[in-house]
Nanobody, 114 residues
Framework: QVQLVESGGGLVQPGGSLRLSCAAS????????MGWYRQAPGKQPELVATIYRGGITTYADSVKGRFTISRDNANNTLYLQMNSLKAEDTAVYYC????????RGQGTQVTVSS
């Protein structure tokens, strides 16, 4: 089992920044990749960014150049630095861990509004 707890969401103005964190615990050695999904009201979930065990990262086209995924292996924490936020980034953001089983956290709300 892997437990994921997200934090760092909130309300921010367009053009602002937020950093999301995801603390992982449990059988983390089984994890081969971690990432962030988001889901806006009435929309399908969107894979925002992924970081693989070797450090390779991938991003959705909608966030390239604005978002950065990273991890702190010593503290078992995943991050998503979000800059130049837009209203369309408003969503619940979920941390995701892939291994033999896919795990997902409870989500954290990000609202971009003036």
């Amino acid at each position: 089992q892997v437990q994921l707890v997200e934090s760092g969401g909130g309300l921010v103005q367009p053009g602002g920044s937020l950093r999301l964190s995801c603390a992982a615990s449990g059988n983390i050695f089984s994890i081969s990749a971690m990432g962030w999904y988001r889901q806006a009201p009435g929309k399908q979930p969107e894979l925002v960014a992924t970081i693989y065990r070797g450090g390779i990262t991938t991003y959705a086209d909608s966030v390239k150049g604005r978002f950065t995924i990273s991890r702190d292996n010593a503290n078992n924490t995943l991050y998503l630095q979000m800059n130049s936020l837009k209203a369309e980034d408003t969503a619940v953001y979920y941390c995701n861990a892939e291994g033999p089983v896919v795990y997902r956290g409870q989500g954290t709300q990000v609202t971009v509004s003036s």
